[in-house]
């Protein structure tokens, strides 16, 4: 053994009981307390430092249950437990209801309730024909006295500790009828179970014992100098302890926006310095929005309860705005005025008014384009639900950032233009491609693929350019370049991660260790 590499190492905490003790006494926590002054917490960091080194041993443990009184406890140590006041009231021989008893003491019926069904079986308390409750006359349970007893000796008892060890059997039983572990707020008492570990100087611990006091070490050095200290110059009259400079520092952790978070901003700004303004709108959405509008036939695939989550209560919104409730209802009939002859089905008018969590961020479009300016440019981050197998590119709720661009010169050159943006400079991938893709409200649909360096290559999101069914609805003639990118996605290639949970990771320690580029 090193003992001068041990000796160094030594924190005053176990110099301290390396000085004081001998492998003869047993050591507690407690007795550290008690004879060094020793908070608990230092007893305890002593003793797993020194057992770390070799100069400790664990020599046995011992359980305890104690007994601390709540604050109810000691409101009813004042004032008497319910059965005690309900005795007293009723000793003037008047026969009360029980709402009249509460009442009378200013408490809750419960807790005359609550009272009263022991008594009662006890034989103290009966009720007559009139449901009014008196006091029989009978002796009164030992119980009562013991629990008035047991209030007062925890209001009198040191932090308010009872420990069972030094309660009789009678006294036991009671008490555990007047105690909880666990929410014990209306509870006179709350339980606490601890474990005594009696710990010996092993027999390695003598040659460090000499060797500190050979060095003169104390314990009592100085490891750190104070305002006070430098004021009253006290530290001139100790010894310093030696500082150990391989040691790591403190380890500083600021606050700091989460990554995921910084990433999500960085597309608004990114967004809004090209001339984009942001919409939004509520999670809990109609099937007229959330589909209807976007010319998706009511009998799609896509309206199956396994795909969109339904609200339970209330199921349907009270009304649909008009005029653009009975412009879909003809587009989804016969066309209307779009030129198209529509899906041929009734319209259900019903069905339209259900609430559903938002499934796609198109929604937000769709609210949009009866309002839009021509030009304009608009986008959102939306965050959507859509029944889903988890998995490394796939979440049960995710985000979509959504965006239309209306102008007479927009066309599908345009749209690429902007979705080459999101997968380059914004998700940072190099190989991107281009897929022909289908959607009920767009033609041509496009979507865009990028390659991930482990995941492979997976869709980004899909566009195209409104259907006139969609748009001539709303008011609009010009053409409407749409997009709905999966922005955890991008994140997924921005973060340089492997797997969309870790966005949304628990582990707040990787959280920090993550670095973002943003």
Known sequence: MDISNIIKNLHPLEVKVLLKYSDKDSLTSEKLINELNYKEGHANQAFSWLSAK???????????????????????????????????????????????????????????????????????????????????????????????????????????????????????????????????????????????????????????KEAL???????????????????????????????????QPARVIPGRTNPYVQFLESVKDKLCSLGFQEFDGPLVETEFWNGDALFMPQFHAARDIHDVYRIKNPTHAKSIEEPYLTNIARVHENGGDSGSRGWNYTFDREFTRRLILRSQGTVLSAHQLHKAEVPGKYFGIARCFRYDKVDATHLSDFYQTEGIVIGEEANLRTLLGFLKMFATEIAGATEVKYVPGYFPFTEPSVEVHIKHPVLGWFELGGS????????????????VLAWGIGIDRMALMALGLNDLRELFCEDIERVRQRTAKF
């Open 54 to 208: 070799g100069l400790l041993k664990e020599t046995g443990r011992t359980a305890h249950t104690y007994f601390e009184i709540t604050d109810m406890g000691r409101a009813l140590a004042k004032s008497g437990t319910a059965e005690e006041r309900i005795i007293n009231l009723l000793k003037d021989g008047t026969a009360r209801a029980l709402p009249e008893i509460a009442q009378a003491l200013g408490v809750d019926n419960s807790v005359v309730g609550s009272a009263y069904g022991p008594l009662v079986k006890e034989g103290v308390l009966k009720m007559n024909e009139e449901k009014k409750v008196s006091y029989t006359g009978a002796a009164l349970p030992s119980r009562l006295a013991v629990t008035s007893e047991l209030l007062k000796k925890a209001v009198a008892a040191e932090n308010g500790l009872l420990d069972k060890a030094n309660l009789s059997k009678e006294e036991q039983d009671v008490i555990a009828t007047l105690a909880k572990k666990r929410g014990a707020t209306d509870s006179p008492f709350k339980m606490i179970e601890r474990e005594t570990v009696t710990h010996q100087l092993s027999d390695a611990y003598l040659a460090v």
């Open 213 to 247: 006091q050979k060095a003169g070490v104390t314990g009592n050095e100085i490891g750190e100098i104070t305002p006070k200290m430098l004021a009253n110059g006290d530290w001139k009259k100790g010894t310093f302890r030696g500082y150990n400079i391989s040691l």
């Open 464 to 479: 195209g350019i409104f259907r006139p069914e969609v748009t001539k609805a709303m008011g609009i003639d010009a053409p």
